[in-house]
């Protein structure tokens, strides 16, 4: 199993970023996949979910109505839209594949004020 993150960078508060997963070594379409994030000093927190065929969506309450989840079972990718984005939006962001115990090297995401 590989997952790659990409996408983050430093932006100033209220603006957005959209991350990429790519995955591979599962059948990607079988697998929920979710979002995790962990800031510095903080637990990695949970941040949305995608059903496999993309049917059902879960966010926590901290980035609901922020941020989209979706994804493209062709490409085996997971993306994340972040949209007014906040500085405690700063994190490590990860993507990881319902039950099993993989994790990528993550993507660093900056919000400045």
């Known amino acids: 199993v590989q997952l790659v993150e990409s996408g983050g960078g430093s932006v100033q508060a209220g603006g957005s970023l959209r991350l990429s997963c790519a995955a591979s070594?599962?059948?990607?379409?079988?697998?929920?996949m979710s979002w995790y994030r962990q800031a510095p000093g903080k637990e990695r927190e949970w941040v949305a979910l995608?059903?496999?065929?993309?049917?059902?969506?879960n966010y926590a309450n901290s980035v609901k109505g922020r941020f989209t989840i979706s994804r493209d079972n062709a490409k085996n990718t997971v993306y994340l839209q972040m949209n007014s984005l906040k500085p405690e939006d700063t994190a490590v962001y990860y993507c990881?594949?319902?039950?099993?115990?993989?994790w990528g090297q993550g993507t660093q995401v900056t919000v400045s004020s």
């Open positions: 070594g599962f059948i990607f379409s079988r697998y929920a």
């Open positions: 995608i059903s496999g065929a993309g049917g059902t969506t």
């Open positions: 990881k594949p319902g039950s099993l115990d993989y």
